[in-house]
């Protein structure tokens, strides 16, 4: 072959443009619930919108406490104590003439300085010592806020002001649904900048085993203490937006049971997962309006609604544990894997 042809061949494979990428399934399936979440406040009901606030905050701590469960190996039951601190610390902070975004700013920092003090001692026990300890941290903030003059007592705090951040006040349904929706956008982004950075892979290393982990070099105790301060600071902002959206705050607010529907919406939905984190908490909000749309009909006890959630909450917890150990997400990930193993000619 003459040096001519050969140069002209080179030519003609360096003309060919390159086979253009596709997107990657995950990509595409982000920006399609991206697409679908600002699209739901204005095709909903007004009166549905609430729901979807209540949804999008309870997806915004479950997405720290799913990192939490899943990396750090952690369980906590007091989540929602954090929540109580960051609600309580924006309406503090509203109420007191302050400007109301301060407020909204101070409360994932406020939670998040709470769990750093508290996490010292408590990220010393495991399992569910750990587990009752925070617990035990939830039933004190109960009493301790519910007694003092300076938070309303059991009252609370009312009149809570609206939100205003540069002129715009947030007053309709819809606009707080943004919000909420803001505040679960900057979640899922910390969580997935983490999880992807070094330290992430040292809380991969983490969540496989501890004691592999130490002996490789991660700093296991700053790395725990981190992802706990971290997801309070999620929790905290979620009850930030949750003062300023009901404007009102009260120890009854954030009692044990919505920690316990934290934890289940992360083991529901897979933890470890920020999708799972995500359908955990779309799948325990909406059976939770059922179970109380069915416990407030006409005949049912007044204490139907909480009968019910816990009963179903043990339910729910015994089928996954047996059957989808790993929730729903990883299992149906693993599900679809095993399928287009089996067929490769799919997909």
């Known amino acids: 072959m003459s040096v001519s042809v050969r140069k002209n ?4 494979g360096a003309a060919e443009p390159a086979p253009r990428r596709r997107p990657a399934p995950g990509t595409l399936a982000a920006a399609a619930a991206a697409v679908a979440a600002l699209l739901v406040p204005l095709l909903l009901p007004e009166t549905q919108v609430s729901v979807y606030v209540l949804l999008l905050l309870a997806a915004t701590v479950v997405v720290g406490l799913s990192m939490l469960m899943g990396y750090a190996g952690q369980v906590s039951l007091g989540q929602a104590s954090f929540t109580m601190i960051g609600g309580y610390t924006a309406a503090l ?8 975004w301060l407020g909204l700013l101070l409360a994932p920092v406020a939670a998040a300085a709470c769990a750093a003090l508290v996490g010292v001692p408590l990220l010393r026990l495991r399992g569910h010592q750990l587990a ?6 939830q039933l004190i903030l109960l009493s301790l806020v519910g007694r003092q003059e300076w938070t309303g007592g059991d009252i609370g705090l009312q009149g809570v002001p609206r939100l205003e951040v540069a002129g715009y006040e947030f007053a309709g349904e819809v606009s707080h649904a943004y919000l909420a929706l803001g505040a ?3 979640a899922v982004l910390v969580t997935r900048n983490v999880v992807a950075s070094r330290p992430g892979r ?8 501890e004691v592999a982990a130490a002996s490789s070099g991660v700093p296991v105790a700053v790395y725990k203490q981190a992802v706990f301060s971290l997801s309070a600071g999620f929790a905290g902002l979620a009850g930030g937006v949750y003062a300023f959206y009901i404007g009102y705050v009260a120890p009854g607010s ?21 999708w799972g984190a995500l359908a955990g908490a779309t799948a325990i909000t909406l059976l939770l309006q059922l179970l ?3 416990g407030t009909r006409e005949g049912m006890p007044a204490s139907a609604p909480a009968v019910l959630s816990y009963a179903v909450y043990g339910l729910l917890l015994i089928v996954v544990v047996l059957f989808l150990p790993k929730g729903l997400v990883p299992s149906a990930a693993a599900w679809w894997d095993r399928r287009r193993a089996s067929n490769p000619t799919e997909g």
Do not use: C, Q, W
């Open 9 to 12: 061949r080179a030519a003609a």
């Open 184 to 186: 679960l956008g900057l």
């Open 93 to 100: 902070t509203a109420t007191h003439g302050l400007p109301t």
């Open 132 to 137: 009752f300890a925070t617990l035990a941290i």
């Open 254 to 274: 954030f009692p044990v049971l919505l920690s316990f529907e934290y934890v289940v919406m992360v083991v529901v939905g897979g933890a470890g997962t920020i």
């Open 292 to 294: 109380n749309d069915i």
């Open 202 to 209: 040292g809380l991969r290393a983490l969540a496989t085993s």
